[in-house]
Every structure is written in C-alpha cells, then in structure tokens.
C-alpha cells in the first residue's frame, strides 16, 4: 500500500506555489501482502490487509487480524476511541508503543444485528501502510423482491495523514523518518438501490469530507453490479465524470434482505491536487422502510 503526503505539507506547498503545482508527491504502490479471501466472499482488491475482525457491537475492545510481512497475521485488541467515533460508527485504535504503527478501526451493526463491517488502516510508516475493510453476513439471509433502496452514513479512512492528536508521545530529538502517521477520517452518506428482479445494486457516496481537516472531497458512484443467489456483490467506482477511481464489493443480510455492508477501495486520483492517494471506507444500511432507517427514506416511495 501507499503513503500519501500530509495533507497539511500539501496546502502549504500549493500556497507558496502561486499558479500551478509543479510537485510530485508520494511513493510508488507496493503490496505489502496479498491476503485470503474472507469468509464473506469481500474480494481481495477490497479486503485489503484485514483478515478478520471480531466484535461486540459497544463493546470496549474488537479483536483485529492484519496480515503481517512473513506472510501471517497480526492479532490485536484494539480499544474503544470515542474520540475517532464518525456517525453511525463507532472507533477503536490500537499503538503498541510510541514508535510502532498506529492502527484505527471505525466499525458499526445493523439495526436488526444482520450486518457488521469494519474498516481498519495505519496511518502509514517507513513509506507503507496497512490497511482494508471486513464485512459479515450474521444469521440467516434470503433476498427481497423487486426494487428497494438502503440508505445512511459512511466511513473511511484516508492515507492522507491525520494531524496525530491520538498518536502516543514520542520523546523530544526523535528523528521524524522513524515516526508513525495517523490516518484521516472520512465522512459522507451513502444511498443504495438493489433491483433483486434483476439481481442489480448501484448507488452514490455524497458530501464526502475529510473530517481532521473540514475538507470536501469528490462524490463517488457505485456502478451496477451483479447480486448473487448468496448476497454478494461487486462493482466499480467512478467519479461524477465517469472516471474509474476504485473497487465496491458487500453483501446483503438478514431475512427480506433487510440490510447491506459494503467495503469499498479509492485508489484512483480522485482528490485533485494530491498524489497517492488511497482510501478505505465501509457502509452499514437499513432498508427503507425497516427499523433503523435513515431519514431521507422518507423520500423513497
């Protein structure tokens, strides 16, 4: 994976720059590890590094596997965050010491306990980092019929690094070259369409930010993709202008399919002005019309 340069070194750049930006910014992508494929059948592209992650929707710590350089796996406790919470999510994180990785988790449950999914990034070190979604089906599953719509909020996380004010102290003279980054959060609302006559499911992630900074950043479109007899899907990522930016993939849950998770990877150049840039981010949905909905259902005949 990818380490994008910190957002607050790029502002500052992009002003002493005036007209134009003549910089290039980041480090060439290189996998870190390919990982297996998890029990919901999320593909590698979107699953990323994360190998599984096990909680208790509330409680105070989620176990996380992140697939580690020798080809194995990382297992941690990470512990309740409120302080990274983003709506309808809540977050944990997890740093060793001050000079190891810092890990954040952000996971939410669907009303109706048949969805979790979780997203999991490092705020990258020594040029690389970590970093991928996790989606599980919870019981029984069998699909609606006809067109239904899903709605609510997402969260990601970005390799644009955080300001660090969840990072552990380090001690005064420490060479910045050896320090970990804290990733930037992701904000936004999703809005999904399934056809399950057509066994088809496409929709948008709109009013994205990136909640350390305040900053907008570009809508995304989730462009149609097949529904298996199981639940699953994938699809593409565009931006408005049709141009390709990243992967979706999910699975619906719960009896009439009553509510949807999906892991979604952004990484096309889809912030202007900014190179390397990668993003995971999850979606957790009610249907319209079920317990736990959002409120722009209301406006879904």
Avoid: H, W
């Amino acid at each position: 994976m990818r380490k994008a340069i910190s957002f607050s070194l790029l502002l500052g750049l992009l002003a002493a720059c005036g007209d134009g930006n003549p910089f290039t910014f980041g480090v060439t992508e290189t996998p870190i590890e390919p990982p297996v494929v998890s029990d919901s059948g999320v593909p590698e592209k979107v699953q990323g590094n994360v190998a599984s992650v096990t909680f208790v929707a509330g409680a105070p710590t989620i176990s996380v596997q992140i697939t580690s350089l020798d080809q194995g796996t990382i297992d941690a406790v990470y512990n309740r965050n409120p302080a990274l919470n983003v709506p309808g999510y809540q977050a944990y994180t997890y740093q060793d010491d001050p000079l190891d990785r810092m890990f954040v988790a952000i996971v939410a449950e669907s009303p109706d306990a048949a969805m979790q999914a979780a997203v999991v990034m490092d705020g990258g070190q020594f040029t690389k980092f970590f970093g991928g979604t996790s989606v599980t089906q919870v019981g029984t599953y069998s699909a609606d019929t006809g067109l239904v719509s899903y709605a609510g909020t997402y969260a990601g996380l970005s390799n644009i690094n955080a300001p660090g004010a969840e990072l552990l102290p380090v001690p005064a003279g420490t060479d910045p070259a050896i320090l970990p980054s804290q990733p930037t959060r992701v904000t936004g609302d999703v809005f999904i369409n399934a056809d399950f006559t057509d066994n088809t499911i496409n929709g948008a992630i709109t009013n994205r930010e990136l909640t350390e900074y305040g900053t907008a950043i570009p809508d995304v479109f989730l462009i149609p993709g097949d529904i298996a007899a199981d639940g699953t899907f994938e699809g593409s990522v565009e931006l408005g202008d049709q141009t390709g930016v990243g992967n979706y993939a999910g699975v619906f849950g719960g009896t009439g399919a009553t509510s949807v998770g999906g892991g979604v990877l952004l990484d096309g150049d889809f912030i202007t002005g900014v190179e390397n840039e990668q993003e995971y981010g999850i979606f957790v949905l009610a249907q319209c019309g079920t317990p736990g909905d959002a409120a722009i259902c209301a406006g879904v005949n």
